[in-house]
């Protein structure tokens, strides 16, 4: 993504490079049983942008569905756009040279929550987890695929070519709880 990585929900553009998470694919049980309706009707969001994307013929068709994704994902999160209670996979965090770090986490095969992970381009959003609080400790008890629930502020997409924001979008948030599905230290 290069210098010109950017929101393209609520913020503007941000300088920086960001490093694409990693994408697993979610446990079955995480979509189907745990999943809240509104991480569900988000996903579908994504799923339907997805199937357009792939059935357009042409370059117009496709910049469409990405389009359309945007307007839906706004029109469906409203002024808020608050994920609370939601499931996915802990797929890994990062540490900076002076201690915040980063979280990723799958919501969906292909769909990633995360914080940004340079703190020159997180100044402007505070998404990173600040180091010694209890936050860090819950991520450091966390292992890479272990199922999460969190809550989070959505603040964006990263903006990359048609494909990459509708096949497998990265979503900036800002992590209000962090909890392991087997961790004794949740966040709040």
């Known amino acids: 993504l290069g210098m010109a990585a950017a929101l393209s929900w609520l913020c503007p553009a941000g300088p920086g490079a960001v490093a694409q998470p990693q994408q697993q694919a979610a446990p079955a049980f995480l ?23 792939m059935a357009g013929r ?41 201690g915040y770090r980063s979280v990723a986490i799958q919501i969906a095969p292909g769909l990633a929550v995360s914080t940004w992970d340079s703190r020159y381009v997180d100044e402007p959003y505070a998404t990173m987890v600040k180091p010694f609080g209890t936050e860090a400790q819950v991520i450091d008890s966390l ?26 979008p990265r979503i900036i948030a800002r992590i209000t709880k962090l909890t392991g599905i087997d961790s004794p230290l949740p966040i709040h």
Do not use: C, N
Not at 47 to 52: E, F, L, Q, T
Not at 154 to 166: K, N, P, S
């Open 143 to 168: 292992t890479i695929g272990q199922p999460v629930v969190f809550s989070a502020d959505l603040i964006g997409e990263i903006i990359g070519a048609d494909d990459e924001m509708v096949l497998h």
């Open 31 to 53: 979509v189907d049983a745990q999943t809240p309706k509104a991480e569900r009707d988000f996903i579908a969001i994504v799923d339907k942008a997805r199937s357009d994307f």
């Open 58 to 98: 042409s370059v117009d068709a496709r910049t469409g569905a990405r389009i359309a994704l945007q307007i839906d994902i706004h029109q469906y999160m409203g002024l808020t756009h608050d994920a609370r209670d939601w499931v996915g996979v802990f797929m890994g965090s990062d540490k900076t040279e002076d």
